[in-house]
């Protein structure tokens, strides 16, 4: 059985195992169920366990390779240009959706508290913590480190993504014989990151039974009904943003036809969707660039090898999401300086994620550990979520894969090239 399946079983049993506890007041599977949750928190620790080094060596690798970027010159900067606006465009997408529909936690003051009290280090004054957050001068001014080790020890995030990528870039400008053993040390350390996340995942339904059955037995039917307008708020984002982003860019920019260019690319995001990863439907995304749309192989395989790795609209919204709604859930309103420091992490950090499964919510603790206040364990916010996030990370490496073949649209498009349905003079004829 895939992965994916015994995670989408172990969530439902746990649902309903919890919520059977729950309504039949089951105290000895309650308890029980509290108590394996230790399972789940340890899981947890595991996966955060990875996040530097992967975070780390991904953007250093990924930036240092931009020295080609800067080689290829002109079509380098556009990519980037666009990859980088159309991820922040996500995001404020993301905080707009969630401030507008994620108002409250949907649930009682009674199951909120219950939660707080088990999932907070410290309960009391959550609105003070809320309030601690620093303001936008101290974002902008906390980005750079003045000591990167430290900085890596304390897990402060956003200075170790700013320092990774000055790192990476730097690398890039030193002669090869410099340069090499250090990149590849650290593409080393990229992949042995992965193939421990691919370990741990295989982990992942007895954590998502033991968290969501816990959260469940405990607190009720009211954290289902939360969880559901969390998770259709990212899934209305992630439409919004194809079809308004998307739709505009390709109409505009590439001058094609969105819709017929959604139902070419249409096997790709089946695969997207059922892989939940950008990186092995990557192979099908340039043939499909090529094939069905027409785009030259000089910028299919630039523009897509590297939208898999650090172009990744779907993640970054959703991230914007869940830190929204986690921290309604811990510690009420975010102030709109944090928010703004929301834009740059999820950016930064969507860059960051690889593309593979799970990468964004392994992640997303890079999103957490800024926007809320420190005393506050972003843990517990990965534990609210992560029952459902099997089924958004399907979503949105669809989003991902489609944001990373418009721009391929858009790029060749810029660079003179006459597309499959094209509505210009001279455009090449559709495929049969
Ligand atoms: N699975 C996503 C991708 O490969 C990354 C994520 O987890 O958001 O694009």
Redesign the pocket.
């Known amino acids: 059985m895939q992965l994916h399946t015994k995670i989408m079983i172990a969530l439902v049993l746990g649902v309903l195992v919890g919520l059977g506890a729950n309504l039949l007041e089951l105290s000895w599977l309650v308890d029980f169920l509290v108590a394996i949750r230790q399972f789940g928190d340890a899981w947890i620790d595991l996966i955060t366990m990875v996040v530097i080094p992967l975070v780390v060596a991904s953007l250093i690798v990924g930036t240092a390779s931009l020295g080609d970027i800067t080689k290829v010159g002109r079509i380098g900067g556009k990519t980037m240009v666009y990859y980088l606006a159309t991820t922040a465009i996500a995001v404020v997408i993301g905080l707009v959706l969630s401030n507008v529909l994620i108002r409250d936690s949907g649930m009682s003051e009674e199951a909120l508290a219950g939660l707080r009290g088990t999932y907070l280090e410290q309960s009391q004054g959550q609105v003070a913590m809320a309030q601690e957050a620093p303001g936008l001068v101290e974002v902008l001014r906390g980005i750079i480190p003045r000591n990167p080790i430290a900085a890596l020890a304390n897990f402060e995030m956003l200075p170790i993504l700013f320092f990774s990528v000055i790192f990476g870039a730097a690398l890039s400008v030193l002669e090869s014989a410099k340069r090499d053993p250090v990149l590849n040390f650290f593409e080393g350390v990229n992949g042995a990151a992965t193939v421990m996340i691919h370990w741990i995942m295989k982990l992942a339904p007895y954590a998502v039974f033991a968290l969501i059955g816990a959260v469940i037995a405990e607190f009720g039917a009211d954290v289902l009904g939360s969880l559901l307008i969390y998770s259709l708020t990212v899934v209305l984002g992630l439409l919004i943003h194809a079809s308004l982003t998307y739709g505009s860019a390709l109409r505009f920019l590439a001058g094609l036809n969105p819709l017929a260019f959604l139902k070419r690319i249409r096997a790709v995001q089946l695969v997207?969707f059922s892989t939940?990863?950008?990186?092995a439907t990557l192979p099908i995304t340039i043939e499909t660039a090529e094939e069905e749309i027409g785009i030259s192989r000089e910028v299919s395989s630039f523009v897509l090898p590297l939208g898999?790795t650090i172009n990744?609209d779907?993640?970054a919204l959703?991230q914007a999401v869940a830190t929204m709604f986690i921290a309604q859930v811990l510690v009420g309103d975010l102030t709109l300086a944090t928010q703004f420091g929301i834009v740059l992490t999820a950016t930064l950090a969507?860059i960051g994620?690889?593309?593979?499964?799970?990468?964004?919510?392994i992640i997303l603790i890079v999103v957490l550990q800024q926007a809320l206040p420190a005393s506050v364990d972003p843990a517990a916010g990965i534990a609210l979520i992560l029952g459902v996030d099997r089924i958004l990370?399907m979503c949105?490496?669809t989003l991902?894969?489609t944001g990373d073949l418009t721009a391929a649209a858009v790029v060749a498009r810029s660079e003179g090239e006459t597309l499959i349905l094209s509505s210009e003079p001279g455009a090449i004829e559709p495929a049969a």
């Open positions: 997207a939940s990863s950008s990186n898999a990744m779907g993640t959703y969507s994620a690889a593309g593979v499964p799970s990468a964004g919510i990370d949105r490496t991902n894969v």
